[in-house]
């Protein structure tokens, strides 16, 4: 299985800036996503981060407020902008060749 | 797109009894079924699949079933440990399609009790 790290693993920031959390896999992958989890909840996600192409956005998610890129099959980023406190919460990403998907250790994000 | 219930929302058994956890699918072209397991504070651990073309499949103490027709899938786990109390989630998935997006169910909080 993939081994996935994240930075930061957490961070306070203020409203109104952005925040860029990193993904990198220690390996060669084909498929590489980002969720959302709020506290005590399921996983959301957020989009496909696609290697060499713009990511694909799941529903009420657009790329102005996440922007992603995937520039190699071995590392993306997730800019959360424009920081407001509802968007405190832990954010993961997750890789694979094919459909087994392997986690991050997330990113706990809290916005005052 | 797919839609993915998970019952019980919360579980308490004894240290050595089983628990049972089931989860329903919407989207019947839906061929990938993992379990994750998360521990407080951590990431999803990914501790046992199945895919549409067996009907179950066991590791140790745990086993997954899956009936397509009814579009349901369980997650078994037998003789439970205080180290199995986490959360745990279901999700579907499409294989072969245009990704392999994961839909979870919404977790089940499994507390083992010594």
């Known amino acids: 299985s993939a081994v996935i790290s994240q930075k930061p693993s957490r961070d306070i920031c203020q409203r109104g800036t952005s925040l860029t959390i990193q993904c990198q896999v220690d390996?060669?992958?084909?498929?590489m996503f980002w969720y959302r989890q709020q506290p005590g909840q399921s996983l959301t996600l957020i989009a496909t981060?696609?290697?060499?192409?713009?990511?694909?956005?799941e529903s009420g998610f657009v790329i102005d407020k996440f922007p992603i890129s995937r520039p190699n099959l071995t590392f993306s980023t997730l800019t959360v902008s424009n920081m407001s406190p509802e968007d405190s919460s832990i954010y993961l990403c997750?890789?694979?060749?094919?459909?087994?998907?392997?986690f991050g250790p997330g990113t706990r994000l809290t916005v005052t | 797109g797919e839609n993915v219930e998970q019952h019980p929302s919360t579980l308490s058994v004894q240290e050595g009894d089983s628990a049972v956890i089931k989860c329903t699918y919407s989207?019947?072209?839906?061929?990938?079924f993992p379990w994750y397991k998360q521990e407080l504070g951590k990431r999803p651990q990914l501790i046992i699949d199945?895919?549409?073309?067996?009907g179950e499949k066991k590791d140790q103490r745990i086993a997954v079933t899956l009936n397509k027709t009814a579009k349901h899938f369980s997650l078994h786990i037998t003789e439970t440990q205080p180290e199995d109390s986490a959360v745990y989630f279901c999700?579907?998935?499409?294989?072969?399609?245009?990704?392999?997006?994961?839909?979870f169910g919404k977790g089940t909080l499994l507390t083992v009790n010594p």
């Open positions: 981060a696609n290697q060499g192409s713009e990511a694909t956005y």
């Open positions: 989207d019947s072209a839906s061929n990938y």
């Open positions: 390996s060669q992958v084909t498929m």
């Open positions: 199945i895919r549409s073309n067996v």
């Open positions: 999700a579907a998935s499409l294989e072969g399609g245009s990704n392999y997006k994961l839909t």
């Open positions: 997750s890789a694979g060749q094919t459909y087994e998907q392997y």
